[in-house]
C-alpha cells in the first residue's frame, strides 16, 4: 500500500518516482532497453530512499498487463504472470518507458496545478 494515489493521474508517490528517474535516464519508449537493476539504482540513489525490492517490485507491476489498467513501463523478459509465477531477478530483466508514460511526464515541466 504504502503512499497514497495523487487525484490527478492516480500514480503515488514511487510511481511517478520511478518514471521521473526513467525520464532522467533517457529511458524512452523509442529508445533501447535498459537493465531493471540500473534503474532500481538510479531511484534508489536519487529519489526513494527505501529497498531495491519494493522499487523493483513496483516497476515490476508498471510492466504487467494485468496489474494496472495501462501499462507504464515497457517490460523485456519474465515479469510474472497471472497466476502467481514470480518475476525474474531485476538483473535478468530489462525496461523502458511506456509510450504513455511518456506522455504522463510530458506536463511535468509545466507542473500541473
Given at each position: 500500500?504504502?503512499?497514497?494515489?495523487?487525484?490527478?493521474?492516480?500514480?503515488?508517490?514511487?510511481?511517478?518516482?520511478?518514471?521521473?528517474?526513467?525520464?532522467?535516464?533517457?529511458?524512452?519508449?523509442?529508445?533501447?532497453?535498459?537493465?531493471?537493476?540500473?534503474?532500481?539504482?538510479d531511484?534508489?540513489?536519487?529519489?526513494?530512499?527505501?529497498?531495491?525490492?519494493?522499487?523493483?517490485?513496483?516497476?515490476?507491476?508498471?510492466?504487467?498487463?494485468?496489474s494496472?489498467?495501462?501499462?507504464?513501463?515497457?517490460?523485456?523478459?519474465?515479469?510474472?504472470?497471472?497466476?502467481?509465477?514470480?518475476?525474474?531477478?531485476?538483473?535478468?530483466?530489462?525496461?523502458?518507458?511506456?509510450?504513455?508514460?511518456?506522455?504522463?511526464?510530458?506536463?511535468?515541466?509545466?507542473?500541473?496545478?
Amino acid at each position: 500500500s504504502g503512499g497514497l494515489p495523487d487525484a490527478r493521474d492516480g500514480l503515488k508517490p514511487v510511481h511517478r518516482r520511478v518514471l521521473y528517474a526513467m525520464s532522467e535516464l533517457g529511458n524512452d519508449w523509442n529508445k533501447p532497453y535498459k537493465k531493471s537493476a540500473r534503474v532500481v539504482g538510479d531511484v534508489i540513489g536519487k529519489y526513494h530512499p527505501h529497498g531495491d525490492i519494493a522499487v523493483y517490485g513496483t516497476i515490476v507491476r508498471m510492466a504487467q498487463p494485468f496489474s494496472l489498467r495501462y501499462m507504464l513501463v515497457d517490460g523485456q523478459g519474465n515479469f510474472g504472470s497471472v497466476d502467481g509465477d514470480n518475476a525474474a531477478a531485476m538483473r535478468y530483466t530489462e525496461v523502458r518507458m511506456a509510450k504513455l508514460a511518456h506522455e504522463l511526464l510530458a506536463d511535468l515541466e509545466k507542473e500541473p496545478v
